[in-house]
């Protein structure tokens, strides 16, 4: 009992330092400017010769780190559940 509690508290204090570390970061350096070599049209009201910003195409690591504690908490349930199983018999 004492291990399961433990191994709780310690995942949620994972999850808690991991979600704090995402949000540290993107405020860290928001808000975001483009570099002096970024051509952006449009946002002056000109037209042609560039593409608009429309974000970006990687996938936020917070994102990443969301679905790697998503998979650990059900990969940790299934085993918690088949090792309760063969325990009980």
């Known amino acids: ?3 399961k509690v433990t191994t709780v508290v310690t995942l949620t204090f994972a999850a808690v330092l991991v979600t ?3 949000a540290m970061a993107q405020t860290s350096s928001y808000p975001v ?3 002096p ?3 952006v049209k449009g946002a002056s009201g ?3 010769g560039g593409t608009a910003f429309t974000g970006s195409s990687q996938i936020p690591v917070g994102t990443l780190m969301i679905v790697a ?3 650990a908490g059900v990969a940790a349930l299934f085993v918690a559940r088949r090792r309760a199983a063969r ?3």
Request: proline residues 5%.
């Open 69 to 71: 504690l998503v998979v």
């Open 87 to 89: 325990f009980a018999g």
């Open 46 to 48: 000109t037209s042609g």
């Open 20 to 22: 704090a570390g995402a």
């Open 37 to 39: 070599s970024t051509v």
């Open 1 to 3: 009992m004492i291990r």
């Open 33 to 35: 400017s483009p570099s």
